[in-house]
């Protein structure tokens, strides 16, 4: 009987000390990842370029879950109006004239180290990221629209009117120009894109995400391996999002 | 009614004027008023469609104020005298219908409330930055070029304010061409050709506009137009709208000849619907050949009521040109992917429709009521009624 109390206190003061050594060393263990990330207060950096490769042979006609993890990660939802719905990231199928061979492929921003949206704008609410990605400054974005008179992708939208439960990452704003932030407040944190990581749960791999500036990046190798295409590459703009497959 | 009752009712009459004016401006203003709460998802635009009739009212009134300037601009800088009386008109005309123009623009931006962000962050890169110090140095130096005529003693600084205005709106109107000119991806745009293309428009329109007012005031104030003078305008006008014919000629024709763009000028010369229609009957029947058959006619271009009835024919024409090219260029799509044929959620590979709403032609209608008031205000408190004096004019210089 008494060793049944030992035991079971034993058991109980074990279990106690595991969890809260949890308690304690989970922040810790937290922060260490955490600190892999660039700090608040640290500005992007140039030795990277995040760019995207998409393998449009592994994306299948029909799958949406990177469309839709966009959606929920960012806060895009439809409001009813597809005319004037923003879209960040959208699946084109194509289909070759003389062929008819068809590819399923997803088309977002670009993010251009050549961007023409940036040249465009006026209040320069337009911007390129030291590591490549391309934003918009809701602040200074006075909604003229003539980045997505500029952009060749089609990958702007224009906020037509007020949108409710914003995601506090990534706050929208009515009269604003947006588009793919390459999930910007993710990278910052040392995360993928929500798009690929759905990718990468949905196990079809189609989209690999990285720093094109590092030769030992899974997708600065793939990119020396393969063969990989710019869309619009007769624009010179040096895409960060590539394609493999079409 | 004969010009002396109208003398009895003149006041009420320039009261009541600037009533129905003053009205469409409010009009206007609470359209935009309504679009900004409720969103552009109110108007016709949307993101296949982003600049819409706003724009081509915005674009009409910006080109052809620069334009209206070149009367001034002949007087002062080639030194015809006959353009000399005309100079303080056309540069009033220049600076309301720029106001008209700008107040649109702005009033359709997503946020007309960061106005002033626009007027402190600039993008040097960017053609519409420069455009928005472009338009202000207009205002300036046309202003000063206005005081210059209008003071007697600054009259000596005429011609280098001439000059300069001169100067500075042909650097106007190669902005604006080039907003649409530097935009690389799209088919319809992407050419040096429209730079010098809204120049020539803007002589065409700004004449056309001129031609009208000053028929206006002179019926306004019962007297009659000289006939060597209303002969030269009209010819003028003439010249103007062959130019444009020339330049919409060879526009089409290099698009014709590369194959990448032969898609897009089907579209527009035969497939189109509205933006065919409006190419073939808006801007080459009506804006094109009837005005020159009027204005070339040995009777009909004698009279005034015709050569105003060309004028009004031309600012037609103009609309439907800007339409074509402003969103009948964005009505075809992005060619993201040549060669293929392309489907998606977001209507890429399709043709984009677009409906104007009302409130987009209220405001549109709202800039040419300010342009409007600003001028009949003017008119009547200062001296712009052009004062030929003929003892300065030798008869010989009025024949053509």
Redesign the interface.
């Known amino acids: 009987m008494s060793n049944d109390v030992d035991n079971s206190r034993r058991k109980f003061i074990a279990a106690g000390v595991a969890g809260t050594a949890g308690l304690v060393l989970a922040p810790g263990v937290t922060l260490l990842d955490m600190a892999n990330a660039r700090p608040a207060g640290e500005a992007a950096s140039s030795t990277k370029r995040w760019g995207m490769l998409i393998d449009s042979t592994k994306c299948a006609t029909g799958c949406n879950d990177c469309v839709s993890a966009c959606g929920k990660e960012n806060g895009v939802a439809s409001t009813g109006h597809p005319e004037t719905d923003p879209q960040w990231i959208r699946k084109i199928e194509l289909k070759e004239v003389k062929s008819g061979k068809s590819h399923s492929l997803p088309m977002m921003c670009q993010h251009c180290a050549e961007p023409p949206c940036v040249d465009v704008c006026p209040t320069g609410a337009s911007f390129k990221r030291a590591d490549g990605i391309v934003l918009v400054d809701r602040h200074i974005c006075i909604g003229c629209r003539y980045c997505m008179m500029a952009c060749p992708y089609k990958a702007r939208s224009f906020v037509h009117e007020a949108h409710e439960d914003q995601n506090p990452d990534v706050p929208r704003g009515k009269g604003c120009v947006e588009s793919c932030t390459l999930c910007v407040h993710r990278i910052d944190k040392d995360q993928q894109p929500a798009c690929v990581e759905a990718c990468s749960e949905g196990n079809h791999g189609a989209m690999l995400f990285g720093d094109l500036n590092d030769p030992n990046s899974e997708i600065s190798k793939r990119i020396a391996t393969y063969a990989t295409t710019q869309v619009r590459a007769d624009l010179a703009l040096n895409t960060g999002v590539r394609y493999q497959g079409i | 009614m004969n010009f002396e009752a109208f003398r009895k009712v003149e006041q009420s009459a320039f009261y009541a004027l600037v009533a129905v004016i003053g009205l469409m401006v409010l009009i206007g203003l609470g359209a935009a008023h309504y679009m ?1 709460e ?4 109110v108007t016709g ?4 469609i ?2 819409g009739m706003p724009h081509v009212f915005a674009i009409f009134l910006i080109v052809a104020a620069s334009g209206v300037l070149n009367v001034a601009s002949i007087g002062s800088v080639f030194g015809k005298t006959v353009y000399k009386a005309r100079a303080p008109l056309s540069g009033l005309l220049a600076l309301a219908m720029l106001a008209g123009g700008l107040t649109v623009l702005m009033l359709d ?4 409330d ?2 002033i ?2 007027m402190t ?3 040097f ?5 420069l ?2 110090i472009l338009y202000t140095g207009f205002f300036a130096i046309v202003a000063v070029y206005i005081w210059t005529m209008m003071e007697r003693r600054m009259n000596v600084y005429t011609k280098y304010a001439g000059f300069s205005a001169f100067i500075w709106r042909l650097a106007l109107t190669t902005a604006t061409g080039s ?1 649409f000119g ?5 088919q319809a745009y992407a050419s040096a050709m429209l730079a010098p293309m809204f120049i020539i428009m803007s002589f065409a329109f700004g004449l056309a506009v001129f031609i009208i007012v000053q028929h206006v005031m002179y019926r306004w104030n019962g007297r009659t137009l000289d006939e060597a003078i209303k002969r030269r305008l009209k010819n003028l006008l003439a010249i103007f709208i062959g130019a444009v014919f020339y330049f919409t000629l060879v526009y089409h024709l290099t698009n014709m000849y590369f194959a990448k763009q032969v898609a897009f000028e089907r579209f527009i010369l035969l497939d189109g619907g509205v933006y065919t229609n409006l190419f073939w009957f808006g801007q080459i029947l009506l804006g094109t050949i009837a005005p020159l058959a009027i204005l070339f006619h040995p009777g009909l271009s004698k009279r005034c009521g015709w050569i105003v009835t060309a004028a009004m024919l031309v600012i037609l024409g103009g609309f439907a040109q800007l339409y074509v090219l402003l969103i009948g260029g ?1 009505a075809f799509p ?1 060619s ?2 040549p ?10 590979g399709r043709i984009n429709p677009y409906s104007p709403s009302l409130p987009e032609f209220l405001l549109g209608f709202g800039g040419i009521a300010i342009a409007a008031l600003l001028t009949v205000i003017a008119v009547r408190v200062l001296h712009f009624m052009p004062e030929d004096d003929f003892s300065q004019v030798g008869k010989h210089t009025l024949t053509d």
Do not use: T, Y
Request: hydrophobic residues 50%; positive net charge.
């Open positions: 900004e409720h969103g552009h998802v635009m949307s993101n296949q982003v600049w931006l997503g946020r007309p960061r106005l962000v626009a962050h600039f993008n890169k960017s053609i519409f930055a455009n928005v907003i530097f935009l690389v991806a799209r964005q992005l993201i992917f060669g293929m044929e392309v489907s998606s959620s977001f209507f890429d």
